[in-house]
Every structure is written in C-alpha cells, then in structure tokens.
C-alpha cells in the first residue's frame, strides 16, 4: 500500500466508503499486515509449485436438465428492501436525455 | 436430575425410555437460556414458541411409533446457517432483517431427525474473527471465566454448549472456528472432511476451506450428530458422492496398534507450558492403550496461517460482494444513484473486521499483488498439504494440541489481527488439505481453563478419528463448565 490514493482506488473497487478514521486505520493495517505476509512468505520456494485452488479435484459438477421446485416468487422477494410489480426495485442508472 | 447436563445420547435414551418428556426437556433449557444468555451472550435469536410447538409434534410423532434419530433433542445453530423462517443474521448489521424463504440442508436434515431448534447463536460477524468480539449483537463470553473469551468465530456455539444452553451445536469451520471455541469452552468440536456434509444454505465466507460441523460435549454425541448430517447433496456441487458409514460403530475403545503422528514444529516455540504438559500426559495415554506414537515433521507449518490470510481474505471479498442492498438485508436510507447506494449500504452495514477482510482481500489480488500474494499463497496451499499427504503415508493420525494456548482475555488482542490469526497456527492445515479434524478436552491449566487435544485424520477417515478421540475420552475425565458457572 503506497499512498492514500492507492486505498481510495481500492475501497472504491471494494465498493466501500470508508470514514477518515477507518481510512487511517485500514490504510496502516493493510501496510502492516501485508509486509508482514510478504517477509513470511519471501522465504518460501515455490519455484517448482503448482498453485493449489481447491482440496477437491471436481472439475465441471452438471446436473440433469430436469424441472425442479424453485421457490415462489413472492417468497424470493420476501426480504427485498423495495419491490417494484414483482421485480426487485434498483435506483435508476440510465440517465434520461 | 439436570436435564441441561445430559449428553444427546444420554438425552435419547431417557427420551426413548419415557422417563422425561420432549416439552419437560425443551423447557429446561428454554430456562437454562433464559437464566443464562443475558450474561454469556450466546444466543442471537431464541426460537421459544416454535420450539414448545415443535415438542409437542416430535412428542406425537415418537408415542406413535416413528423412529428419529435425534428425536426431541434441543439443538442450536450458529446464524450464519440458513434456517426457513427463522432470522438468520450472520452476526451482522447487514442481515439483520433477514428472514430466509428455504432451509440449508443441514437444517432440513436436523429437523427430519426430529432436532428441536433452540435459536441461532452468536459469531463473529461474518466469520471473520477468532474471539467472538466481532458481532452486532455483542461479544460473547467464556463460561470458564467471563473476562475471557469464547474464542470464534463460533464461541457462540461452543459457550451454549458448555454451559448447558443447548444439548448440541452446529457451526462451520474454515481454520478453526469450530476447534479452537471448542478448546477454550472445554467441549468437543469436529471439523469434518471438506465435501462431507452440504454447505447448501451455509452464508459463504472463505468457500473452499470451510466445512460444518457440530460443537457436542462427548466424541459419541459427535458421531451421532455427524450421522445425521452427512451425505451427499446435489445443491453443493463439491459434496463428496461416496456414501457414509454409522460413525457410532466406530467407537470400540480398541485402537491398539493405531499410528499417531506428533508434528515436532507443533512442540517448539510459542506454546503454553502447561498446554505442552497436558499433551505429553494425552499421547501417555494413548500409548498405555497400545497407539503407537511417532515424530513427524511439517517444515511448512510456519507458512499455513499467511496463505490462509491472503486465501480467505480473497474469497470472503468475493463471497461478500452479493451485498448490496437490492435484494435483502440492510439498505442505507439516502443516496443519490445506484453506485451510492451500494456504497453506503456496505460501509454501514459491515463492521470494521469485515472492511478490513473484504479490503485486504482485494489488495491481494490487485494487478501489483496478484503473484506475490495470492499465487504465492495458493503454492503454500499445495506444499502444507504435501506436508500432511507424507505424514499420512506413515501414520494415521495427527496428534497436537488444537491451540497453543488457552482462552485469553476479552480485548487483549483486539488490535493485533496477525496475532489473533496464530490462535489457529494447530488448526489451520486441516482447512488448508481439506481433512477431518477434531478438537476433544484434554484437563486444564494452571489457571483453571480448558485446554484442547486436536486429532487430525485422513481424508473422509472419520471413522478411526473418532474412534481414537472417543477411546481417549473414555480414559480420561474432566468437569464439565456448569460447575465452574453456577
């Protein structure tokens, strides 16, 4: 983390907006914790290593293309903060001309 | 007779036996939390009337002849396990309203076994946390010593169990959240083999690294709760085809000729005198039951907890992307578009411990990070399983204690993240490799608090870890924390 500008590109990626204090707190627990873990992990030799994603090796899981019992619309929509003729409601993000 | 203090197989049989009754059971810990969440905090949500209801249909159901396995008995889960129609907060402002329109499996698996949901128990929100000092709804306490912490991020499940306010729990465990509470609580935590039981319905934090599983105040509680949670299920396409068998047949007290592995990096440096002492007198008495233990070695141990960081930070950043604001949780009153709007949404409804996951978690994979972090940590990933796979061609076991020191006080190490994460520098490699792991009690130390023994076995082999953490605790004794409390 070199600069506050770098973390404010960054909690905008994140989709954050974080207060003055958070921003000071966050800009040096992320500079801390991150040369800590470089410092650690600099002595490790992954030269010859393959990156491991996940313990499984499954690869592809496809189920069969057969009707199933989703739920209820009114149901999907039960916790939505704001519903508009049975869809999830979003603020605008087309400007009009 | 303390109906509180009854292990779930104990529970059953005077069930089955008619000697209590369903409704006379649930009251007592209905009770039991009434008396003590107040002061222990474990509990988010209770469910009161629909459990009274549901002891009476599971009553019904057993007088009239149907078998379940777990019939009548008051299970709790941790909130961030989806439960239809029953809140469901992950410890978070974010849900804090959110009332789930499906179970998870395991939650439709406990209730088709005739479990009575007690309520949803406290975490640290989102998982992220080691203490259980991160919730909205407050920190939870240690039974053993209200100053100290339960440990997390399931200390909510590990304190109910321990003090007698729930028969049994169930969690998830993504480097320890299950064995390390389990271990500061003085209960039994088991961290099954990733893909053994459905993470349908279980709020995704740190994905390929977590697995459910229960928190149980006896290895044999362990078993039988395993057996009613495991199996395949189609809505988790990593769940493990293969079909399980009876853990309860395991627990024979024979594990005579057994090989236990004792990982000398685990022995050094940063461990607890007493919690050394008390490992040495558990392998004594696995040998004076004829296990043989042996050295091995992890030279990779000092890399587990950083690539865990990075990894689980990465995929709790994506994971924790969904919440927005559009289509549940919390939303922020005033915003001026969209953008805005999902912005301010995140930033007040998350604490400060998830901003700090979910931004590190995006650092790590930025254009300047991507290799010297995450690429770096998913080599680690691959040589601390190494480490283990050659373990395990010599022996069956790992024997360690599950954490290097016992319960430590609330706040001490709020502000030391790397220090709060070496908490789980024993439990981590078996969410790094994916094995099942189990944290049994093991006496306590100086001051009084628990402390834990961890076995850790071979992929989908939870049958001879539970034989051999059952076959130690019927060779030892501990008090349970109801003593310490009342």
């Known amino acids: 983390m070199k600069n506050h500008e770098e973390l404010k590109q960054l909690t905008n990626m994140a989709a954050l907006s974080l207060s003055d204090i958070e921003a000071e707190k966050l800009f040096n627990d992320i500079r801390n914790i991150s040369q800590y873990l470089a410092e650690k992990l600099s002595g490790l030799d992954t030269r010859n290593t393959e990156p491991m994603v996940h313990v499984s090796d499954i690869t592809n899981v496809f189920r069969d293309d057969n009707e199933s019992d989703p739920l209820k619309r009114e149901e999907l929509l039960s916790n939505a903060p704001e519903t508009v003729n049975g869809c999830f409601a979003v603020p605008k993000i087309i400007e009009e001309i | 007779m303390e109906l509180t203090r009854l292990t779930v197989s104990e529970t059953l049989k005077k069930i089955k036996g008619k000697e209590i009754g369903i409704a006379e059971l649930v009251s007592a810990y209905l009770d039991q939390i009434e008396n003590l969440n107040k002061t222990i905090g ?104 209200f100053e100290r912490v339960p440990g997390g991020s399931n200390g909510g499940a590990a304190a109910a169990v321990a003090a007698n306010m729930a028969c049994f729990a169930v969690g998830s465990d993504a480097c320890g959240s299950l064995r390390q509470p389990a271990s500061f609580c003085g209960v039994v935590g088991l961290k099954p083999t990733y893909g053994l039981v459905s993470r349908y319905g279980l709020i995704a934090f740190a994905s390929s690294f977590e697995q459910i599983g229960p928190i149980t105040r006896s290895v044999e509680d362990a078993a039988v709760v395993l057996n009613a949670i495991a199996g395949h299920d189609p809505k988790d396409s990593v769940s493990a085809k293969s079909r399980h068998p009876d853990y309860t047949v395991f627990l024979n007290n024979d594990i005579k000729g057994i090989r236990m592995g004792l990982p000398k990096e685990y022995i050094g440096t940063g461990i607890q005198a007493d919690v050394r002492q008390r490992l040495f007198e558990a392998l004594k008495v696995f040998e004076s039951m004829g296990a043989v233990v042996e050295e091995v070695s992890f030279p990779m141990t000092e890399y ?114 790397i220090g709060m994460h070496m908490s789980y520098v024993y439990t981590v490699a078996a969410n790094i490799a994916g094995f099942c792991a189990i944290s049994v009690p093991n006496g306590t130390d100086s001051k009084g608090l628990p402390t834990g023994l961890q076995l850790i076995g071979k992929p989908f082999d939870e049958g001879t870890l539970l034989k051999a953490a059952h076959a130690f605790e019927k060779n030892t004794r501990f008090d349970k924390p109801f003593d310490v409390i009342c």
């Not at chain 2, 209770?46 to 009239?64: G, P």
């Not at chain 2, 939650?107 to 309520?119: M, Q, T, W």
């Open chain 2, 42 to 145: 474990a509990y988010i949500t209770v469910c009161r009337e629909d459990c009274e209801k549901r002891a009476e249909d599971i009553q019904n159901k057993l007088d009239t002849g149907e078998n379940l396995p777990l019939a009548g008995i008051p299970a709790a889960l941790a909130d961030n396990i989806v439960t239809r129609g029953v809140l469901t907060t992950c410890a978070s402002k974010m849900l804090h309203n959110f009332i789930p329109p499906y179970d998870s499996t395991v939650s439709e698996k406990l209730r088709n076994s005739g479990a009575v949901l007690l309520g949803k128990l406290n975490m640290d929100e989102f998982s992220a946390g080691n203490s259980n000092e991160n919730s909205y709804y407050g920190p939870v306490k240690n039974p053993w010593d």
């Open chain 2, 304 to 417: 587990a907890v950083s690539a865990y960081y990075i990894l689980s930070s990465v995929e709790a950043a994506s994971n924790l992307g969904r919440y927005d604001g559009i289509r549940y949780g919390y939303r922020a009153e005033h915003y001026p578009d969209a953008g805005d709007l999902y912005k301010k949404t995140r930033s007040e409804g998350f604490g400060f411990g998830v901003k700090r996951t979910i931004m590190l978690g995006t650092y790590f994979t930025g254009r300047d990070c991507y290799d010297s972090f995450y690429k770096k940590a998913l080599k680690a990933r691959r040589l601390v399983t190494e480490d283990f796979e050659k373990a395990f061609d010599k022996v069956d076991i790992i024997v360690c204690p599950t954490v290097p020191v016992t319960a430590f006080r609330a706040g001490e190490k709020a502000d030391d993240p």
